[in-house]
């Protein structure tokens, strides 16, 4: 079984990524809220206008300039450039005993091109069971599965000392994917560009590099194991199977010694 923590880091991911690539498929609006979340997930959908106002930059289908982007302020605590308007879905993912609250701020301009970033909070515990180097390849690993692609390139980034990964995903599902994860806490964020690799992207880098913080929490210290049988310690998360909080073998339950 997979570590829960990709499982849900891959259905973050997910509602950022295909609702948001199958909008764009369609070239339709108003029909991408059904296919994103889990059966048991509840949920809050913002509906905003995704189409750029008439006579605003982008607005025409040939030599259109590069959209202008416009500081965006989420309750979420943090300030990101968008280019519309962005479509705000928030989720409460269940996981054990414990909620995951989620958000997705997303926005398509008219040449199909989609700008989105998403976070996931997850509990502290998950957070200091797992390097913060394992939780971002993770995020990554989950995302290049979901849209069968391949990474083309990726480098380590950090955002006010916070770590993070930067990489391009190659996607015959959707298209060319440029991305990155942030671990800010106990707080995932997710930054995604989805374009058509025929037409060059110059503006995903602008969008990648906007994000900013707003009162953002210390990092969480990973916990050191007492020892190896109790790596990713099972119990930290009430109800949940000792093998889904870590990789298979890690969290085994221990056999006591014949005396």
Do not use: W
Not at 106 to 130: F, N
Not at 222 to 248: F, I, K, N, R
Request: hydrophobic share 30%; proline share 10%; aromatic share 4%.
């Amino acid at each position: 079984m997979r570590p829960l923590s990709r499982l849900l880091l891959a259905s973050l991911t997910t509602l950022a990524l295909i609702a948001g690539a199958c909008a764009n498929q369609q070239k339709t609006d108003g029909s991408s809220s059904g296919g994103t979340g889990g059966p048991s997930a509840t949920s809050t959908i913002e509906d905003v206008p995704n189409e750029p106002v008439p006579g605003e930059a982008g607005g025409t289908e040939t030599g259109a300039p590069a959209p202008a982007f416009k500081p965006y302020e989420a309750t979420e605590g943090f300030t990101i450039g968008m280019p519309t308007e962005p479509q705000v879905e928030r989720k409460q993912v269940p996981l054990g005993a414990n909620t995951v609250n989620t958000a997705a701020f997303s926005s398509r301009t008219e040449d199909g091109t989609i700008y989105s970033v998403s976070t996931a909070d997850y509990p502290e515990r998950l957070v200091a069971s797992r390097p913060p180097e394992a939780l971002l390849n993770e995020g990554k690993d989950g995302l290049v599965k979901q849209v069968q692609g391949t990474i083309k390139e990726e480098s380590d980034v950090t955002l006010d000392g916070y770590p993070g990964k930067a990489y391009t995903v190659s996607s015959p599902v959707v298209g060319e994917i440029k991305a990155r994860n942030f671990l800010v806490g106990p707080r995932l964020y997710t930054l995604l560009v989805i374009y058509n690799p025929n037409h060059p992207n110059t503006t995903a880098d602008t969008f990648l590099t906007s994000l900013k913080l707003v009162n953002p929490p210390p990092a969480i210290t990973t916990a050191t194991p007492p020892d190896a049988g109790t790596a990713g310690d099972a119990g930290t998360l009430e109800g949940m199977d000792a093998g889904t909080t870590t990789d298979a073998g890690t969290a085994a339950p221990r056999r006591r010694k014949a005396k």
